[in-house]
C-alpha cells in the first residue's frame, strides 16, 4: 500500500485539524488503517486505528474523545479528525496500513507508511 498524507499545519491550542491519507492500491480495503505520531527526540507513537472489516476503532488514551479517525474504502482515504488540539500534540503524524487486517497498535506491524505531515500546535 502507497500512502500520501496531507493536512498538517501550525495552528492555536483548542483549534482543530483533519488529517487525510489517500492509498494507491485496492489492498486498501482490506488493510487495517493506522495513524501514529513522533515528537522530536521521541519513539514514534499510536494514536489511532480502524479496521477494514467491522472499522472497529482503537485510540491512545492522550487522544480518546478529541480525535476521531474514520475511513472511506470508495476513496481509499482514511482521515484523522483533531479537535481541542493541545502543545502535547505536536509531532510529524503518520498514516500507516497493516495488509492482515488486525487491530494492532504496535509500529511494526504495519507495513506500509505515508511520508509524515506536520502538526504543530501553539499554546
Known amino acids: 500500500v502507497q500512502l500520501q498524507a496531507s493536512g498538517g499545519g501550525l495552528v492555536q491550542a483548542g483549534d482543530s485539524l483533519r488529517l487525510s491519507c489517500e492509498a494507491s492500491t485496492h489492498t486498501f480495503s482490506t488493510s487495517s488503517m493506522g495513524w501514529f505520531r513522533q515528537a522530536p527526540g521521541k519513539e514514534r507513537e499510536f494514536v489511532a486505528l480502524v479496521t477494514w472489516r467491522r472499522r472497529r476503532t482503537l485510540y491512545a488514551n492522550s487522544v480518546k474523545g478529541r480525535f476521531t479517525i474514520s475511513r472511506d474504502n470508495v476513496k481509499k482515504t482514511v482521515y484523522l479528525q483533531m479537535n481541542n488540539l493541545k502543545p502535547e500534540d505536536t509531532a510529524v503524524y503518520y498514516c500507516?496500513?497493516?495488509?492482515?487486517?488486525?487491530?494492532?497498535?504496535?509500529?511494526?506491524?504495519?507495513?506500509?507508511w505515508g511520508q509524515g505531515t506536520q502538526v504543530t500546535v501553539s499554546s
Open positions: 500507516a496500513g497493516d495488509s492482515a487486517g488486525r487491530d494492532d497498535s504496535m509500529v511494526a506491524s504495519y507495513g506500509s
